[in-house]
């Protein structure tokens, strides 16, 4: 095995910004935005603030009611000229009607889900927010709130012709106290200003996400993300300190706290988070920052067996410990694809799966000791097969962009098919090799990775073209086979309207019927974010 | 100033289990036991497995139906011999109804609150707590579910004559995945026995406490517990990855998922941390378990005023990043109740403020680095006034006796009232300063002591026995400070009997009727552990 010669560099905060994972809309590739990808070729910022199609690249995926026609139109009213004439005289001048404004908003990220969505709402106050809702319960009028729109299972569009709620004006950091590290802020912040808010203080997000040039904290509460460092840091359910949200009614409901410790009654903010906005809509949020590490180093590794890749996993566990910072994996199809497609180079020959091991740490020399610790151990077990380290910032960033844009270089296959679901360790690899299986010739590649630390795996499938066999084939068989190993159908993104299907596979009868019975407790007449998470 | 030479030692497993914190039910000093402390003079661990006093000393204290006369009974049936009948079937052998095996039951830790409890059933499985409280649901039968009693509010014994169920047979460790570290258990798992069970796999609980040797992990949950390095492993919130409960109607609940991401649908287990047993009985869980840490070590440090140290606080937080797992504070007043009543030396000169800083990390000599450099910068900008270093197990033992011993050495003048609460850093130690000013010299001490690193202060008054003026210018005093700067009238164990009359000090009204209506939502009879958490 061969060691490359590594670097340590303590980073400086401009450094750490720099290595920072590529932005979903701000770094795809060239080709991506000359239309080798289908319906998905130009995507663009739209003017407010969230990720969204332009109008005409909108318009050519079809509607949510066409694709799913068994799904009807709730009891709900439609937006009328009176209604249009009230939401101006609650958010002034922030009310759009205009198809051009608005269809980018009516598609989801993926361009998988279109609604019809006439109308769009942009508050820039708590105030505003419940005075909308509480508007919209009293004349039965279904709204969706819309963060980044980076989710990957439509649940950020309408599915009909539901109020858009935009949250992207929402975007005031209200306070950061430096010594206990805790930031408030509106919902509508973008992670990645966040962040610019909280580096000069020395902190960062607890949660690092590849959308977060795009996506909110709000949206992030409401789906729980977990991104690439929760194995360090840990979930949003022990993060967030604080949510004030708005009830459908437009009571406002103030659990703002920003205390470690609050023991008094029910903790009611945790109903909001990963409740993907049918509970509520959270218009502001206080989030316990850790301080960014002082150094960063990635090694990456190649392994020839799977049983080596659980192996070295729980050696990085114990001999790491608390600078252990993130372990991605990926397999062979994965490293190929990115260097195929987008001409990546892999500093490792071919193996079978590979994995990235991240520290994060006060003392740089401290934590290259360790790391080549481990290395050593490794190498003199044979538990890897090759490696390499990395301290110098690029060269870092080089190595997590062979991880990091395993999505985008999917992509220039045709049609993928996406399956973020989480296994027992044990089994992370086999759904792979069972799809593999599965689907045979048909599939132009099936690929697997994600973050084994979480025992969360990406399961891709692509085609050139979507390919009615192969989808047939993947579903509901993929979900079927993560019930069957007691896994989740969503690790991440929760249900939206793609996954409602499959909330039954993990989840009990008694524990779906009180989802629905909170649903209608605190949201009666069903107007928040309707058609997601349940099946019908 | 003087730093004391330090040892690097590297703990082995069997001396980290020695120096954890005394028991409170183990390590109570002799004159614990010989009848110092009136009405608490002997505490026993009874058969059943909960703290409890005995019969003798329990029937010394006062129930709380005469000591809260404002209190009226529930519409609740009363338990006939025809009840216990049925749960003679329902539970066999396991239902006490002889006072002398329940009384201890009825009265909680502190001594403070008494029920009146004719009947206390002992399930061994999550089936036979879905009968009984089908059964006692069916007849209005209120109850309480007890874990290690170990609680400081009385939320874990009856009012009236609730049933007592007890969990302490329900101990059994369910499974554990060493790679994953994730274990699951039943719910009156003893912290401590969960430990003896990690450890060979060196493992341990995220959480960690005072009473791990009688707390139960059902309990834990239940009163969202944080411990001694909630500052490194974060709360139970985020550890917890699932629960098993019992519903009212005796529905079971299974969200006893073992994935660290899970994203389907509401995340009900969240429901059970923290709500006291009012929403449903925890029977079971799933813990996120870190690795036991290589090396402990532990700085104590003398301030002289409190700007030094939140600057040592703030300075800790940076230079030790990684490695700091707690920050406890004392005050002067704390220091010399363990030396005057206990007798333990402190090995610094008199300060007005003193802070125990740990570091657990995996090398031993890395650690001492860092903690030697943070300590020479504290020297530097005089931050610090004197300090100690210990890393030799029996000397972190003996620092930590002096934090870990003030409850216990407060005793000793007779009658405590406690009161733990978070504020705002800012104001941490004010609230003693002004509770000194206020009570003057009727008290004996006024102290205060606790987690610096969640801002969660321990305020303790002292005096030979109750006095009625000190006791009216605490109550409501102190909780009406604590709601002025907006901190949290319960840092820890909940509002129970003791606290609930403050819920609205830390709640809004809507906040407080969504959790009456969940409440109403999952228990519409009210028989869960009735009289707790919200005010008449």
Chains 1, 2 share one sequence.
């Not at 430096?178 to 973008?190: F, M, N, R, T």
């Not at 609050?262 to 206080?286: C, H, M, P, R, W």
């Not at 960014?292 to 190649?302: E, M, T």
């Amino acid at each position: 095995m061969a060691m490359r010669p590594s670097h340590v560099i303590r980073y400086v905060l401009e450094q750490y910004k720099s290595y920072r994972v590529p932005n979903v809309t701000q770094s795809l590739p060239s080709w991506y935005t000359k239309g080798t990808n289908g319906s998905l070729d130009s995507w663009s910022r739209c003017v407010h603030g969230s990720v969204a199609l332009t109008q005409k690249k909108a318009e050519r995926v079809p509607l949510s009611s066409e694709r799913f026609p068994q799904l009807k139109r709730g009891e709900f009213a439609r937006v009328t000229d009176g209604d249009l004439q009230v939401f101006e005289r609650l958010v002034a001048s922030r009310v759009l009607t205009e198809p051009g404004d608005i269809e980018g908003h009516n598609v989801d990220w993926s361009g998988t889900c279109r609604g019809a969505g006439q109308v769009l709402l942009r508050p820039k106050t708590t105030e505003e927010v419940s005075a909308i809702l509480r508007y919209c319960n009293g004349r039965r009028l279904a709204a969706v709130p819309q963060g980044g729109n980076t989710g990957l299972v439509g649940g950020s569009v309408p599915v009909f012709d539901e109020v858009i709620i935009s949250m992207s004006l929402m975007d005031k950091i209200i306070s950061l106290d430096e010594i206990s590290g805790v930031l408030v802020c509106q919902a509508g912040c973008v992670v990645d200003k966040i962040n610019g808010a909280l580096e000069p203080h020395g902190l960062m997000t607890p949660h690092i996400l590849g959308s977060k040039g795009s996506c909110q904290i709000g949206g992030n509460i409401s789906t729980n993300a977990g991104g690439l460092r929760m194995l360090r840091y840990g979930n949003l359910h022990g993060n967030v300190l604080g949510v004030e949200a708005v009830l459908a009614n437009g009571d406002v409901l103030d659990c703002l706290s920003t205390l470690r410790k609050d023991n008094t009654g029910y903790d009611l903010k945790q109903l909001f988070i990963g409740s993907e906005g049918s509970l509520g809509v959270v218009t502001a949020a206080s989030v316990l920052c850790p301080r960014i590490p002082g150094a960063i180093s990635v090694a990456l590794l190649g392994c020839d067996s799977f049983a080596q890749v659980l192996q070295t996993y729980d050696a990085a566990k114990k001999m790491l410990q608390e600078i252990l910072s993130a372990v991605e994996f990926m397999d062979r199809a994965s490293m190929e694809v990115v260097q195929e497609n987008l001409q990546l180079t892999c500093p490792l020959g071919a193996h079978r799966y590979y994995l990235l091991v991240e520290t994060s740490g006060s003392n740089a020399a401290h934590d290259e000791e360790k790391l080549n610790s481990l290395l050593g151990h490794l190498m003199e077990k044979g538990m890897v097969d090759d490696g390499t380290v990395a301290t110098e910032p690029s060269k870092v960033q080089s190595l997590w962009a062979l991880r990091e844009n395993v999505a985008v270089a999917l992509r220039a296959d045709g049609c993928v098919y996406k399956y973020d679901v989480t296994v027992p360790m044990s089994r992370f690899y086999d759904l792979v090799v069972d799809t593999r299986e599965r689907v045979g010739t048909d599939a132009t590649r099936v690929v697997g990775y994600g973050h084994l630390g979480e025992s969360d795996i990406h399961l891709n499938v692509t085609c050139p073209k979507h390919n009615e066999d192969v989808f047939d084939a993947l579903e509901p068989w993929v979900y079927d086979w993560v019930a069957k190993c007691k896994g989740s159908v969503s690790a991440e993104h929760g249900m939206g309207i793609l996954k409602r299907d499959y909330l039954y596979h993990s989840n009990t009868g008694p524990v779906v019927l009180l989802m629905k019975q909170l649903k209608g407790l605190m949201d009666p007449k069903g107007i928040l974010n309707p058609y997601k998470i349940f099946p019908d």
